[in-house]
């Protein structure tokens, strides 16, 4: 059981990565316009700045 | 960039209702790129609307042209409107703390199963610690709004849902902490998270529902960007409706909403007035004519000077009694308030008898404890914290789908409550927009007719000559063709006068109101004037009635008119001549005597009466004081609309009960076990997924 030392930490850690990931997304307004960037993907190339 | 200098921004919102694609996206974001003075465009589909970042002080009028060149329709949006609405802080951090619940709930569910199915007690210790480690930061931090919600309510005395759930946390968390120093079998860690998890997701979608209700409503009123044309000695500048000042000089465009109240400089003009008074016809003014702000300028331009501005005006002074008249709303309470105010103080008294019970019978305090907690858990309202807003959800946007903002939060439940209609005629009934009968003209009448009707703007003019171009109707060759303002057209066809317009301008001195035409010295012809009825109004009061509701047509103008709309919907109860104070009156009446009231009109005499009203509707082309009165905007023109809200609101209010009957059926069958002692940290957190999860399917139904 001795391996559990090791996969807690392991499971967790991967958790907290998620919800960064998560907090970073809300945070920089990646949910703001859903149906826009999936329709964006099908443009060859963002247009010139 | 070759250009470094650092220079001033302007934020720029243009509405495009036509995008829906890919290509519209690179469409639109290249073609303004190339406009001159634009730094970047972004658009968002979802809201159909693009952000332009640009040098300080560029013109609109090249973008929108820009994009009309491109095949897109644009309209200016008021920033500062928009602004309040754009970032929804409040959202993000209720998404950010149910992040933080159901990250924390996974794991602990995680040290959970083990020590369910049987982990050993230093493993089963070992687990529970982390689980507290886990669970205390995190509900902590995540319960806040519920916590806040709890102490503002008990500070003045009152019960609300957040204390029996704040309570349920706290005790949960703590006594389990206790239990697991003691070395105890029982930790509801788990519980706690997923209490704070569920609860939190109804908290979200309750705010999302506000929050785009509200902006959407934002939205219509940003599209009205207050601007005007100020005649200054320079020239005709735009400017600021706000910026405006007493004894300036305003020049409205034909079919302009002239912005502040004045005396008229002009020496013709032709307006629309049927948002304040519900007169259907157009008023002809003169030079000297008092003018409200609020009427349309109909012909061609009409030039006036400011007497009253901004909060001054009669508009806005009507519009602050409408606020007076919001009686009704205010006392409504919601739902979800009445079943908190009977459900948290019999939680809490079946807690304490559980906690006293177990006490008298074997001293324990710890068990009693025990129980107490459990019968906490197992009675918080989860579900009863999502059934409201999972079916308010669900619903608003099926109604969105339909063409229906729902404007309020408890609309709905008020809608669902009606049981009589009270509609205004003009613009709300019919379009506002008259039309003319052409039957009783003979071919040649009608040429001439035409012929005489296409040389003017007058909405009359106009309506005749889309009806006899719907015929295949020719003009006539009429030469000399003038227009008399306020009075009609004449010209002549082969050496005889030939006339349209008012009675008295064609010799039909006395008579009926109306258009008339003359040729030569014929007897003059009447064309019957008619308003148009919206699409569909007969089958909407027809299905109005069908469901078992009282209606009633309210309006500002004649007998005659009224009497002959009420008979072509159908035969509906009527009343003429009403003034808006009336209006209000009628609307309390009725409530006095024990009806709920949907109203539904478009204009500033009916704001007052539908904020009076339990439930009020308001077409989209109404003023902006009607529409902020009112409850449900339809954006469509489609009247049919009124009878979908109210059967929606009623299978909604259907879903609501039977969602607290769920809840309600979950508890019955829970807390027996509960408070018997026999509950486990297993049975709690089954019982608790599956009322909410059954209470979420159940108002997935209201699509």
Redesign the interface.
Known sequence: MNVLVYLIPASLLLGAGGLLAFIWAVRHDQFEDLQGDAERILNDADPPE | MLDAMPTPTDSITLSLPGIH??GC??KV??GL?QVKGVR?AR?????RRVTIEAEAGLAREPLIGALEDLGFEAHEMDSAALAVGQSDRIG?AL??RI??AG?AL??VM?FSFAVWFGAGEI?RDVFHW?SAA?AIPAATYAAQPFFSKAVQALRVGRLNMDVPISVAIVLALGMSTYEVASGGAAAYFDAALSLTFFLLCGRYLEHRMRHEARSAAQELNALEVPTTTQMTREGPVSVAVADLRVGDIVQVAAGGRIPVDGIQISPHGLIDRSFITGESLPLSTAEGAELIAGDVSLSGPITLRATQVGDDTTLRRLAALVEVAEGARNRFTAIADRAATVYAPAVHILALAAFVGWLTLDGDIRHALNVAVAVLIITCPCALGLAVPAVATVATGRLFRAGLLVKHETALERLATVDTVVLDKTGTVTTGQPSVATDALTPAQCEVALALAQGSAHPLSRALVAALKDRGIRPAPVLGIAERAGRGIEGSLAGLEVRLGAPGFVGANGADEGLWLRLGEAAPVRLPVQETLRPSAVNALSALKGMGLNVHLLSGDTDAATRKMAAELGGIAWAASVSPEQKIAFVETLQNDGARVLMVGDGLNDAAALAAATASMSPASALDVARTAADVVMLGSDLESIPAAVRMARKARRLVKQNFAIAAGYNLLAVPIAIAGLATPLLAAIAMSTSSITVLVNAMRAR
């Open positions: 694609c890919a996206i690179a974001e290249r790129a970047a658009v968002n589909l979802g809201r993000k998404l950010l992040a933080v990250f996974m794991n995680m493993t982390l886990i």
